[in-house]
């Protein structure tokens, strides 16, 4: 799978893409990530790329001219499946939606700044878009880092135990149930005794009884969703 991102920061999204999971899925060759520096479409040498809004108001604007550029540019070598604006009035990002994206071969994210991209980019070249949550950040590129990071994991083989991703929280719409390593005893806290008792089928009760509480307790909006 390959990921293409624009950004006016791409120094914000070395890190996340180069440890960990991600790393090991780029040094597997099952994953691609490429960072554009936006400023390489900007409008002038001094690398503009935002400007005032129409109308009036605080805030600049990520300008249609360089982000059509690029888009047009990468899109001439790559054959995007989507192309995705991350933005907080997108649609909220779930594991579903990881899911449907791990299945794509081609996607392109733009990482948005100040206000936000003019709205005729978004009109004409956006696919999808999507949120983390309801909060503001001050860029997309967390964002991003976020959705590269859920898709990425999800591809097969890049994770060392290949089922293990089925068994996150909300695979199911349901919430993990807890998990414990040794020692079996720690200041007099114990380990719950059927984890330890080598019954496979009781232990596998025990978890989904374990994750449906959790679940009923904390995030009882998931199981109205099944
Ligand atoms: N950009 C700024 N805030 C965001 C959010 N909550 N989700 C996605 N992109 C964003």
């Known amino acids: 799978m390959q990921i293409h991102v624009l950004s006016v920061i791409p120094e914000l999204l070395e890190s996340p893409f180069q440890h960990s999971i991600l790393k090991r899925a780029q040094d597997k060759g099952l994953l691609k990530v490429e960072v554009h520096q936006l400023r390489k479409w900007a409008v002038n040498e001094y690398g503009q790329v935002d400007d005032y809004q129409f109308g009036g108001g605080a805030g600049m604007v990520m300008m249609c001219e ?8 990468l899109s001439a070598q790559e054959k995007f499946d989507e192309i995705i604006f991350l933005t907080p009035d997108g649609e909220r990002f779930n594991q579903g939606m990881a899911n449907q994206l791990s299945l794509k071969k081609n996607l392109l994210l733009i990482c948005g700044h100040y206000k936000g991209i003019d709205e005729r980019i978004r009109e004409h070249f ?16 967390l964002a991003a880092a976020v959705v590269v990071d859920a898709i990425g994991r999800l591809l097969p083989g890049v994770l060392n135990d290949e089922t293990s991703a ?25 380990v719950p005794e059927v984890l330890l008792s080598g019954d496979h089928k009781k232990i596998e009760e025990w978890r989904f009884d ?17």
């Open 126 to 141: 956006v696919t999808r878009e999507i949120s983390i949550g309801d909060y503001v950040l001050s860029g997309g590129e």
């Open 66 to 73: 360089p982000l059509a550029k690029a888009i047009e540019e």
């Open 166 to 190: 089925l068994f996150d929280s909300f695979q199911d719409n349901l919430l993990a149930p807890p998990v414990y390593t040794r020692p079996e005893e720690y200041r007099g806290w114990k």
């Open 210 to 226: 374990e994750a449906m509480k959790r679940t009923e307790l904390r995030r009882p909006d998931l199981l109205k969703e099944n």
